[in-house]
């Protein structure tokens, strides 16, 4: 879970960034903040990142209670997007908290898998899977349509002050869930390193 400020004239870099793991001695999972086990800024394999300034400015509040569909919260935010403006591709960041509820998210073996993962439910299989509680501050990327960069179009990580994190998938307590999330529309879109064979699956 990347939170990280960067270096300026009158402020150092500061890694805030947390990372889940599974626990390799019960198979539970950990929530470690990455500063203290590690001292670089090096980043590998994947990620959705939003870069702001960090000044105060306007943003976009949203607030919500009560999941009557089946869709996520960020799907609903994004799909909102595409159906207003169609072809021409928006892109937002930010935080939201999921206040009350629990979430079911994923957290990746600490190996990669010694065979190619091929479908949905390969995917599945080698991935860990856990219920996991409020609160939780979540740091969600999205994109209202893909211009043809082959994007994955939402993707959130999140981490707690209890010992929860990972990937955020949807809520699963439905009636009591509450949601409260600021955001920021994207000025500018950077694809990095963009992978020569691709696949539609496990975007979610």
């Known amino acids: 879970m990347p939170v990280v400020q960067t270096e300026s004239e009158h402020k150092p870099p500061v890694n805030g960034s947390y990372f889940a793991c599974i626990n390799p001695k019960d198979g539970g999972y950990l929530l470690e903040k990455y500063s203290e086990k590690y001292h670089d800024f090096g980043f590998a394999l994947l990620a959705n990142l939003f870069a702001s300034e960090g000044q105060p400015g306007k943003v976009i509040e949203v607030k919500a209670k009560r999941r009557t569909g089946k869709l996520n919260f960020v799907t609903c935010m994004r799909q909102t997007l595409e159906k207003h403006y169609g072809d021409k591709p928006v892109g937002m960041g930010g935080t939201f908290i999921v206040q009350k509820g629990k979430v079911k998210t994923h957290i990746m073996p600490p190996e990669f898998s010694s065979c190619p993962l091929n479908s949905e439910e390969e ?82």
């Not at 990327?141 to 981490?159: A, I, M, Q, Y």
């Open 123 to 204: 995917l599945n299989k080698w991935l860990h899977f856990y219920e996991m509680k409020a609160p939780l501050i979540c740091l969600p990327v999205f994109v209202s349509k893909d211009p043809g960069f082959d994007l994955r179009l939402e993707h959130t990580h999140f981490f707690s002050h209890h010992g929860d994190g990972g990937h955020y998938h949807y809520d699963t307590t439905p009636e009591t869930v509450e949601y409260l999330g600021y955001f920021l529309p994207a000025e500018f879109l950077y694809r990095i390193d963009r992978p020569k064979e691709t696949h539609s699956f496990g975007r979610d």
